[in-house]
C-alpha cells in the first residue's frame, strides 16, 4: 500500500508540475517598495498614491477596478512621471519589466504614449534598457499591458520606468495598477529529433 501511495504522490507532483502556467515567473517586485516624481504629498491633490512605503502598484492584485488603481489627477498636471522600484538587492537574472495601465476613455483615463525602463545597481547611475510595448493599444476600458523583454539576462537592484502621455490626451487621471520585473527565462529551446534517411 505504502509503495501505491508513493506513486499516487509522484503522479499528483507530476500533474502539477507540468500543469504550471508559464506565466507564472517570479515577479522580483512583488511587495517591494518605489519612490515616485511628480509625487506632492501630504497637501497635494495631484498624487492619489498611499503614503509611503508604496506597495499599491506592487501588491500583486491587477484588476480593471478603481480600488486596484492608483495615479495622478488633474489635467495638463502630469504629462511625464518617472517610478524608481528597489528590488531589495542586485538581482543578476533580471528578464520581463511589465506595466499594467488603466485605460478608461469615457472616464478620460488614457494611455501612455511611451513607457522607457532603466536598470541600475547603485540607485544613481542609469542604464537604458528598452521601450516597452502594448500590443493592446487602441483598445479601452481595458488594463493595457506594456512589456519589455532583454535577449539576455540583466543585473540590477533598482528599475526605473519613464511614463509619458500625450499632450492632447492629458485626461483627469493617469492610473496604474502594477508594475512587474520578472526572473529571466531562457528561450525555449528547440528539440533536436534523429533525423532518418527514409530510403
Ligand atoms: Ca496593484
Avoid at 517586485?29 to 518605489?34: D, H, P, R, V
Amino acid at each position: 500500500m505504502k509503495r501505491v501511495s508513493l506513486l499516487v504522490l509522484l503522479a499528483m507532483i507530476t500533474v502539477s508540475v507540468l500543469s504550471t502556467p508559464a506565466s507564472a515567473q517570479l515577479n522580483y517586485a512583488l511587495g517591494k517598495s518605489y519612490t515616485v516624481d511628480p509625487l506632492l504629498t501630504p497637501s497635494s491633490v495631484w498624487w492619489l498614491g498611499e503614503d509611503p512605503p508604496y506597495t499599491k502598484w506592487t501588491d500583486g492584485s491587477s484588476n480593471f477596478v478603481w480600488g486596484d488603481m492608483t495615479g495622478w489627477q488633474g489635467p495638463d498636471y502630469v504629462s511625464s512621471a518617472t517610478i524608481v522600484l528597489d528590488l531589495g538587492e542586485t538581482k543578476t537574472d533580471i528578464g520581463k519589466v511589465q506595466v499594467d495601465q488603466m485605460v478608461s476613455h469615457v472616464s478620460t483615463v488614457y494611455e501612455c504614449n511611451q513607457i522607457k525602463c532603466y536598470g541600475s545597481e547603485n540607485g544613481v547611475d542609469f542604464t537604458f534598457w528598452g521601450d516597452l510595448d502594448a500590443p493592446g493599444m487602441g483598445g479601452d476600458e481595458i488594463i493595457l499591458v506594456w512589456s519589455w523583454e532583454p535577449t539576455e539576462a540583466k543585473t540590477a537592484r533598482y528599475v526605473k520606468y519613464e511614463l509619458y502621455w500625450p499632450s492632447e490626451n492629458q485626461g483627469s487621471h493617469k492610473l496604474l495598477s502594477e508594475i512587474y520585473v520578472f526572473k529571466y527565462q531562457a528561450p525555449a529551446s528547440s528539440v533536436s529529433l534523429p533525423w532518418y534517411n527514409m530510403e
